[in-house]
T-cell receptor, first 114, second 117 residues
Framework: GESVGLHLPTLSVQEGDNSIINCAYS??????FIWYKQESGKGPQFIID?????DKRQGQRVTVLLNKTVKHLSLQIAATQPGDSAVYFC?????????????FGPGTRLSVLP | KAGVTQTPRYLIKTRGQQVTLSCSPI?????VSWYQQTPGQGLQFLFE???????NKGNFPGRFSGRQFSNSRSEMNVSTLELGDSALYLC????????????????FGQGTRLTVV
């Protein structure tokens, strides 16, 4: 499979537990954020997004929290499953409020233990 | 609906050569962006095309270029390849209602793994 990062921070959780993955973003002017999941050998897969006029958004088993004061984003995964094992990236929109020019974080490797 | 398709999946080139990578976006998507992914630098934005025009550009040298065709398909080209250009090149497409559309989620292809020897 593809090596997306040799020294990524790793989060290990027990199957069935909740996972929290954190991300610090850099640009206080960013107003759109996305979480992506990347499995070995695949491209990043969209999980959930949030705009800066919100501080929380929920999807299926996932919740994203945005704290603009401290420029912090988190992804919560409920009842973590083996299929959730992957590298997770946060991304913020770059300069300008239109188009695709995302700035990605370094990623966190999530390992789900049986 | 077919996803983003990138060709080829794997490529080996020699230093000094040039390479062209291809991306077919999801049907109806007019924005196509390109990213370079390496273990050391992570995912880095190269450029974005919308309606055949480069709309956003990352911080890469001029050896990296791209274009978009009227059917929204895109190609990127790297000239005078260097060993450091070895990476996974990812293409992403997104849908917008118009030229001034807000940022929206991008859907990625599986990438082209380029190895420069």
């Amino acid at each position: 499979g593809e090596s997306v990062g040799l020294h990524l921070p790793t989060l290990s959780v027990q199957e069935g537990d909740n996972s929290i993955i954190n991300c610090a973003y850099s640009n206080s002017a960013s107003d759109y954020f996305i979480w992506y999941k990347q499995e070995s050998g695949k491209g990043p897969q969209f999980i959930i997004d949030i705009r800066s006029n919100m501080d929380k958004r929920q999807g299926q088993r996932v919740t994203v929290l945005l704290n603009k004061t401290v420029k912090h984003l988190s992804l919560q995964i409920a009842a973590t499953q083996p299929g959730d094992s992957a590298v997770y990236f946060c991304a913020e929109n770059g300069e300008g409020n239109y188009g695709q020019n995302f700035v990605f974080g370094p990623g966190t490797r999530l390992s789900v233990l049986p | 609906k077919a996803g983003v398709t990138q060709t080829p999946r794997y490529l080996i080139k020699t230093r000094g050569q040039q390479v062209t990578l291809s991306c077919s976006p999801i049907s109806g998507h007019r924005s196509v962006s390109w990213y370079q992914q390496t273990p050391g630098q992570g995912l880095q934005f190269l450029f974005e095309y919308f309606s055949e025009t480069q709309r956003n550009k990352g911080n890469f040298p001029g050896r990296f270029s791209g274009r978009q065709f009227s059917n929204s398909r895109s190609e990127m080209n790297v000239s005078t390849l260097e060993l450091g250009d070895s990476a996974l090149y990812l293409c992403a497409s997104s849908w917008e209602s118009g030229s001034g559309g807000l940022n929206t989620e991008a859907f990625f292809g599986q990438g082209t793994r380029l190895t420069v020897v």
